[in-house]
């Protein structure tokens, strides 16, 4: 949402006498914890949450929905844009961002008013233990913390379990209607290739591509991995008429696998264990 510059300027003065905010990466060891938290990222604020930092969330953003008790806090950004001048009522000490979430000319104007950030954007399972131990360090919870290590461990026995097992080649179909999927530069690509399984399209150059029925079914994957259990009967019938027609459809998680948080974790054990089961020839 545009501002007048004389107004960013005025209200970058008015924070800077009121807040001695200063624009500067934050650091678990160096900088003070933040007590007032503004979060326009849905995984940050799951993970700040899961970190022991819920109490000092002031505010979020619309896709903001777990857990429940995000529902209940000032909403000050959607699709389509961020409230500049909501996000500065809540007097916030840091403004979590996510640089490809968030639209650049709004955090660009937040930045100009001196604001503090955390820009978090997540590409691996291992950034996920890595953001949850350096929230956990501001909160000073020593549970948190040990979540982190386990979720290092948990990820670590995945790829060694399937390591050797045959590779499975697959398809992940995010809905019905126009082909998307998500390449190796997605979360899901490491998901899958900790599993033993690999992204037919994991080579894409961009992280959700369409791509086409005929590059489909010339690719022939062992399995096509839906993302939503209310397209199934629709995708059933799409390719029902194709050389993919006995290829088992098999759905998985896609709201946690693709909002990287410690739910992610259970998702893609859940995940791997669907693999396995096409591995074996068992139903899905």
């Given amino acids: ?23 500067a990466p934050v650091d678990a060891n160096s900088s003070p914890a933040p007590q007032r938290i503004v979060s326009l990222a849905p995984h940050a604020t799951e993970l700040l949450f899961s970190a022991g930092l819920g109490s000092r969330v ?13 529902k209940t806090l000032p909403k000050v950004s959607s699709y389509r844009g961020t409230n500049v001048e909501a996000v500065l009522a809540l007097k916030p000490d840091l403004v979590v961002t996510w640089p490809s979430g968030n639209k650049a000319d709004d955090v660009a104007a937040l930045e100009r008013l001196g604001l503090r950030f955390y820009k978090s954007e997540i590409d691996s399972l291992e ?4 953001t949850q131990r350096e929230f956990a360090g501001w909160a000073k919870d020593e549970g948190a913390i040990e979540r982190a290590g386990r979720i290092e461990r948990e990820v670590n026995a995945l790829r060694e379990k399937f390591a050797s097992r045959p ?25 899958l290739a900790t599993c033993g399984a690999k992204n037919i399209f994991g080579a894409l150059s961009i992280p959700a591509p369409e791509v086409s029925r005929e590059a489909v079914i010339a690719a022939r994957p062992d399995a096509i991995l839906l993302a939503s259990e209310s397209a199934r009967a629709a995708v059933t019938s799409q390719w029902r008429t194709t050389a993919l ?40």
């Fill in 58 to 70: 002031v505010g979020v953003s619309e896709a903001c929905d777990f857990p429940e008790a995000v």
């Fill in 127 to 130: 950034g996920i233990a890595k």
């Fill in 167 to 191: 590779v499975v080649r697959v398809f992940y179909q995010l809905g019905d209607g126009r082909l998307f999927t998500l390449s190796n530069k997605h979360l899901i690509g490491e998901a």
């Fill in 245 to 284: 027609a006995s290829t088992p459809i098999v759905i998985v998680n896609g709201g946690r696998l693709h909002r990287p948080t410690l739910r992610t974790i259970d998702a893609a054990r859940e995940l791997c264990e669907s693999i396995e089961r096409v591995r074996t020839k068992q139903a899905p």
């Fill in 1 to 23: 949402m545009g501002l007048n510059p004389n107004f960013v300027a005025l209200l970058r003065n008015a924070c800077a006498m009121l807040f001695g905010l200063v624009i």
